[in-house]
């Protein structure tokens, strides 16, 4: 039983350039959340999504930042134009359901640096 | 806003020792994780406390939700090399509809033979 899978697991790109992270989630989990984790500091929500719908997107900046969750596929997190203080760990979290004690089984994470 | 403050930050012990982890928060919680992180992968779960007051035993390691379900803490006894992580605390709050879970800045934990 495959976990939450990321791709790819290492990105680097110049300033001003677009990153595209892409998270699978687990076998019958619908929901996702995406985390970013900058240096020495804790993971931050950034958004969290079901099958075609962004349910809440409080933690992810108004700017460059989107999120997707297709009906086929998997999860995608857009960044357009990157600057440097972007440069951190995003991973990704997959639940069966979004209940109040539903567990939360998070991917190997993307490492993205910036230039 | 940081919503969860872990201490200490760093903690580093010989093998054979004791120690404790706290979580505290003004904020409460419906229920709260414990995560251990390895470098260059993601949290791997290791306990959810739900109740107020609760204590879960995973072999050397003991965790304790407050009575409050504001704070947490976590005890090794008897650490050992494989000890050595990265350990976040994490709350789940319920009141924007899902779990959404605010994450401490996390105790990096070293044991030493």
């Known amino acids: 039983n495959a976990g939450v899978m990321q791709n790819p697991r290492h990105l680097v790109r110049r300033r001003g350039q677009e990153a595209r992270l892409r998270c699978s989630p687990m076998?019958?989990?619908?929901?996702v959340y995406w985390y970013r984790q900058l240096p020495e500091e804790g993971l931050k929500f950034m958004v969290y999504l079901q099958k075609e719908n962004i349910i809440d997107e409080s933690g992810m900046p108004k700017e460059r930042f989107s999120a997707e969750f297709p009906k086929e596929g998997p999860s995608i997190l857009r960044i357009q134009q990157v600057v440097r203080g972007d440069s951190a760990a995003y991973f990704c979290?997959?639940?069966?359901?979004?209940?109040?004690?539903?567990?939360?089984?998070f991917g190997p994470g993307t490492r993205l640096t910036v230039l | 806003t940081q919503l969860l403050e872990q201490s200490p930050q760093f903690l580093s012990i010989q093998e054979g020792e004791n120690l404790t982890v706290y979580c505290n928060s003004s904020?409460?919680?419906?229920?709260l994780q414990w995560y251990r992180q390895e470098p260059g992968e993601g949290p791997v779960l290791l306990v959810t406390v739900v109740t107020g007051g609760e204590v879960k035993k995973l072999k050397r390691l003991t965790f304790q939700f407050g009575d409050a379900r504001k704070d947490s803490s976590l005890h090794i006894t008897a650490a050992q090399p494989g000890d050595t992580g990265l350990y976040l605390c994490a709350g789940a709050l319920w009141d924007t509809g899902f779990q959404k879970l605010v994450f401490g800045t996390g105790t990096r934990l070293l044991v030493s033979p």
């Open positions: 904020s409460v919680f419906s229920s």
């Open positions: 979290a997959s639940s069966r359901t979004g209940a109040r004690v539903d567990e939360q089984f």
């Open positions: 076998k019958g989990h619908s929901h």
